[in-house]
């Protein structure tokens, strides 16, 4: 228990990270290409940003999670965000159809009005 408090005079304020009130959580939800049929896997989270609501598509055909992605819009005409990496166009546009088919529970996931990730996940539809 003393080397407990005398390590507190090694510990500067600088090196104390403290949340903000305005720093936000938000998680990002990877569905994988057999959970919404396109071949490439895509993300979906509640807005976390000044930007409008999107979801992102990863930029590679890999069943595994990369990180690198583009965003797409939702919204009627979804529009695309960044480049596209590997993906091709047709491949883009059954990404189009399955934000249309899911665009309400997409848009509600986003804005906030369905919080829970599990009933979005479940209730997603596949292409």
């Known amino acids: 228990m003393k080397n407990i408090k005398n390590r507190k005079k090694f510990i500067s304020e600088s090196e104390i990270s403290i949340p903000k009130k305005t720093d ?10 057999e959970d919404s049929g396109l071949p490439m896997i895509v993300y979906i989270s509640p807005k976390n940003a000044a930007h409008g ?3 992102k598509v990863q930029k ?4 595994r999670v990369s990180g690198d992605f583009f ?16 993906i091709k166009i047709s491949d883009v546009k059954l990404v189009k159809k399955w934000i249309k088919i899911n ?4 848009l509600d996931y986003w804005t906030g009005k369905e919080r829970s990730t599990k009933k979005v996940l479940n209730d997603l539809k596949k292409i």
């Open 53 to 55: 609501p999107r979801i």
């Open 24 to 33: 936000q959580l938000f998680e990002m939800a990877n569905i994988i290409q």
């Open 60 to 63: 590679d055909y890999s069943t």
């Open 71 to 86: 965003s797409l819009t939702i919204e009627a005409d979804p529009k695309i965000k960044g480049e596209m990496g590997e």
């Open 103 to 106: 665009i309400t529970l997409l």
